[in-house]
């Protein structure tokens, strides 16, 4: 199976600042057609998760125009241009390329 | 707008079947744009993906789960399911399904992401 690492597991973040989670997978997650395979989600406290990015880059609908993603093959970054309140909560990479799915351990965000 | 609800027993005994069904409302369940997913989280854990089903009955699932794990999809009702035999403790978790929004053209797999989820149930497995 492929193996998602996030970093960090904790992030404690000021109102304003930007922030940025790292995710690394022990294989290449690009598909023939040249895009790769990664997701980023966000579980707010008592929600289920939520799509924020899909295919490295691509921002879900809806999501706010302060979160993108980047990266191929098996670096990849999340970042948040400007944290808001509402951003609380675990983020979670997860690999669509191959069955199983895999996510990432989590990155938990909190506001200073 | 496409919603999803977790539905089923919320306390099931060891080594018994856990069963639970996901009802969708706002998308046919027969559209070959979705698979439909179910994913797990044990309290205070990350997510573990359990596995996903195509409306023609293709399954997918996780190893880890060996072959405990079945699924299937009742078009009548938009529905689908998920068993999973012979649980112990360690299956105790909530529940998530999940809408797998990605298609095959061709010989390649477009894909958009798990873009909607439900409310989650919670399954405990105890005597």
């Known amino acids: 199976d492929i193996v998602m690492t996030q970093s960090p597991l904790s992030l404690p973040v000021t109102p304003g600042e930007p922030a940025s989670i790292s995710c690394r997978s022990s294989?290449?997650?690009?598909?023939?057609?040249?895009?790769?395979?990664l997701d980023w989600y966000l579980q707010k406290p008592g929600q289920s998760p939520q799509l924020l990015i899909y295919?490295?880059?691509n921002r879900a609908s809806g999501v706010p125009d302060r979160f993108s993603g980047s990266g191929s093959g098996t670096d990849f970054t999340l970042k948040i241009s400007s944290v808001e309140a509402e951003d609380v909560g675990i983020y979670y990479c997860?690999?669509?390329?191959?069955?199983?799915?895999?996510f990432g351990q989590g990155t938990k965000l909190e506001i200073k | 707008q496409v919603k999803l609800q977790e539905s089923g027993p919320g306390l099931v005994k060891p080594s018994q079947t856990l069963s639970l069904t996901c009802t969708v409302s706002?998308?046919?369940?027969?559209?070959?744009?979705?698979?439909w997913s179910w994913i797990r989280q044990a309290a205070g854990k990350g997510l573990e993906w359990i596995g996903r089903?195509?409306?023609?009955?293709?399954?997918r699932h996780n190893p880890s789960l060996e072959s405990r794990v079945s699924m299937s999809v009742d078009t009548s009702k938009n529905q689908f399911s998920l068993m999973l035999s012979s649980v112990t403790a360690a299956d105790t978790a909530v529940y998530y399904c999940?809408?797998?929004?990605?298609?095959?053209?061709?010989?390649?797999?477009?894909?958009?992401?798990?873009?909607?989820w439900g409310q989650g149930i919670t399954v405990t497995v105890s005597s």
């Open positions: 706002g998308a046919s369940i027969t559209s070959k744009s979705y698979y």
């Open positions: 997860m690999q669509a390329l191959q069955a199983p799915r895999i």
């Open positions: 295919l490295a880059s």
């Open positions: 294989q290449s997650l690009v598909y023939s057609n040249g895009y790769s395979y």
């Open positions: 089903v195509y409306v023609s009955g293709t399954i």
């Open positions: 999940a809408r797998d929004n990605g298609k095959y053209v061709g010989s390649y797999y477009y894909y958009y992401g798990m873009d909607v």
